[in-house]
């Protein structure tokens, strides 16, 4: 298909700091203060190697300097942003987002400790192990090639976990480099990506806007996570987008004739926060603004429950863990939870439960997907590991991926993770974190991918709507090309 030239990469502001830097980079590793290029994806003319234009490409291609920052994500915390500079003073930028409820399998997210700073979330000893430890080993080497740069910084750190350096440090950079990969092949990085995953066919990702927070999200009772509206009767992403923006201003008046004016506060990833006591009435509010909306039928639910949350010792699940100490009235044990759900999928047109156990609960897993016929997504149980993925795939705990690319850390393995779940008949479902920042990378990620589907909160707060702008972009540029559930 004939590809215009692409707005995948965002514009940021190129002057100088004149800041002080934290860390003394050595003299290889300086930005000048001098204008860069700002590169989109545009397609550049093929030429011999011999040429001029076929020198700039080389240039294109090579890591000139590698620059970290701390910087601050949706949620007030700090975080990570790499700045990569190529041999043809190109610049590419990202930001490494960070998850509030997060799985403990997850590769380390490094913090700095310091409760007397940013409450110890500091970042500097993660920027500091790029621009002093990564930074050096990575000048001069070829964008294109994602596996190398990414094994070369899994050999520097040397852990299981990324431990060492800090997931939050080598994804900086896998981002950034990635970035540069699409830059230096003058094509779109949604393309760049189909192309280094060998995807077939592109498809533009169904939404899964997560409109009711509850959980570790917001401050209300409820103790499941998330209540999601997703448009699979859509024709098209913009469709789509539509579709899930008006039920979402509908579900606002009606919380806000039922709550009150308070309950329309919203949570970190902009969905409403209202008291609801009860999961199933969160579930009943949606049906109301669907049916409300006129899209009976064309929007089904999904929920994530983030059970890990609410564990209790004994292995049981307390719906009411924020209230402590509570008198045990909605202790459920694992059964009597799988139970709820089922009722959930009887009652209500839901399609997707991301979470519904505990993330070393696998028997409860298994006897779940295997009794109801929806889509079972594995967040904290995967953390978007190739090893924990083939040991789900074996017990068969679940048929979906959570795609998070801060839980493994490079785009390389993101990449195998969700190849290694369409291999099994998976469904893949990238997704953003709830610490967020403008950074747009996966919306790229979900159309490269083909995933089919993408959860990147409501249609409410810039940080997610970044994500949401952009495949509206990418679809633009695209044309006719489907939506997939």
């Known amino acids: 298909m004939a590809l215009t030239p692409s707005l995948s990469k965002?514009?940021?502001?190129?002057?100088p700091s004149s800041q002080t830097p934290l860390f003394s980079l050595p003299a290889t590793q300086r930005i000048k203060s001098r204008p860069f290029t700002i590169r989109n994806s545009a397609s550049?003319?093929?030429?011999?190697?011999?040429?001029?234009?076929?020198?700039s490409?080389?240039?294109s291609?090579?890591?000139?300097n590698i620059k970290a920052r701390q910087i601050v994500d949706s949620r007030g915390n700090p975080t990570v942003e790499v700045d990569l500079i190529t041999e043809d003073d190109s610049l590419y930028r990202s930001a490494v987002p960070s998850g509030a409820?997060?799985?403990i399998y997850e590769a380390l997210e490094l913090r700095d400790g310091d409760k007397s700073v940013f409450g110890g979330k500091g970042v500097l000893n993660a920027v500091h192990n790029i621009n002093s430890l990564l930074a050096p080993k990575l000048i001069g080497i070829d964008v294109r090639n994602q596996k190398d740069v990414d094994a070369v910084m899994m050999e520097i750190d040397g852990t299981p976990n990324k431990s060492k350096l800090g997931a939050n440090a080598i994804l900086g950079v896998s981002l950034s480099v990635c970035r540069a990969g699409a830059g230096a092949k003058g094509v779109p990085l949604y393309k760049h990506i189909q192309e280094i995953s060998n995807t077939k066919e592109l498809v533009m990702p169904v939404p899964a806007f997560n409109v009711i927070n509850g959980g570790s999200h917001a401050g209300n009772n409820l103790a499941m996570q998330e209540f999601m509206i997703l448009p699979v009767g859509a024709n098209s992403f913009s469709e789509a987008f539509r579709m899930g923006s008006e039920v979402y201003h509908i579900l606002k008046g009606i919380i806000k004739a039922k709550y009150g004016q308070d309950a329309c506060n919203v949570g970190d990833e902009g969905g409403f926060a209202p008291n609801v006591q009860d999961n199933r009435e969160g579930l009943v509010l949606l049906m109301d603004a669907i049916e409300k909306a006129g899209y009976t039928g064309k929007i089904k639910i999904g929920m994530d429950v983030a059970a890990s949350e609410f564990l209790t010792k004994e292995g049981n699940y307390d719906l009411n863990f924020k209230k402590q100490p509570n008198d045990g009235s909605h202790v459920l044990t694992p059964e009597s939870l799988a139970n709820l759900y089922r009722e959930f999928v009887r009652d209500f047109p839901i399609v997707s439960i991301e979470d519904p156990f505990d993330q070393d609960d696998w028997t409860s897993?298994?006897?779940l997907q295997s009794s109801v016929d929806i889509q079972i997504v594995g967040d904290d149980l995967l953390v978007t590991n190739p090893k924990k993925i083939a040991e789900a795939i074996h017990k068969k705990a679940c048929n979906a991926l959570l795609l998070k690319v801060n839980q493994i850390g490079t785009v390389t393995e993101s990449i195998q993770a969700a190849l290694d779940s369409k291999a099994a008949g998976w469904g893949v479902m990238v997704s953003h974190r709830s610490g967020e920042t403008e950074d747009n990378f996966i919306a790229d990620l979900s159309v490269g991918l083909a995933s089919g589907q993408i959860k990147t909160g409501a249609p409410c707060r810039s940080e997610r709507l970044a994500k949401y702008n952009q495949l509206l972009r990418i679809e633009e540029e695209l044309g006719n090309v489907c939506l997939c559930w």
């Open 44 to 55: 550049v003319a093929a030429a011999s190697s011999s040429s001029p234009i076929a020198a």
């Open 101 to 103: 409820s997060t799985g």
């Open 57 to 59: 490409k080389a240039a």
């Open 10 to 15: 965002p514009i940021f502001s190129t002057k």
């Open 365 to 367: 897993w298994s006897s």
């Open 61 to 64: 291609a090579k890591v000139k």
